[in-house]
């Protein structure tokens, strides 16, 4: 059973870089056909895709946050990484990674494992 946990700062000021790092156990990131994605959730909204790193390295970002994001990974570590750069306060989330078994998501539910979550928050 793939296992994803979250790990990164929680408070990140003003301009600054947001790095966030996902661990997978129960599975490799390099291996079959999964993606790998970075989901957030705002306080008092709904989810949001950030991108996704895929298991062939590829990576595809929402045209919202392409330019500030970059995902890349760490095979012999299993981990993924998350970089958001310039942030503001509305980067301010629960930062989740999850895996999808496909690049085509029709839903939330497409995601069949998920990390807890790990707050975020954007202040000086």
């Known amino acids: 059973q793939v296992q994803l946990q979250e790990s990164g700062p929680g408070l990140v000021k003003p301009s600054q870089i947001l790095s966030l790092t996902c661990t997978v156990s129960?599975?490799?990131?390099?291996?079959?056909?999964?993606?790998w994605s970075w989901i957030r959730q705002p306080p008092g909204k709904g989810l949001e895709w950030i991108g996704y790193?895929?298991?062939?390295?590829?990576?595809y970002y929402s045209p919202s946050l392409k330019s500030r994001t970059s995902i890349s990974r760490d095979t012999s570590n299993n981990q993924f990484t998350l970089q958001l750069t310039s942030v503001t306060p509305e980067d301010t989330a629960v930062y989740y990674c999850?895996?999808?078994?496909?690049?085509?998501?029709?839903?939330?539910?497409?995601?069949?494992?998920w990390g807890q979550g790990t707050q975020v928050t954007v202040s000086s």
């Open positions: 790193i895929a298991y062939s390295g590829s990576t």
């Open positions: 129960g599975g490799s990131i390099a291996s079959n056909s999964d993606y």
């Open positions: 999850a895996r999808s078994l496909s690049s085509v998501v029709a839903g939330w539910a497409d995601f069949g494992s």
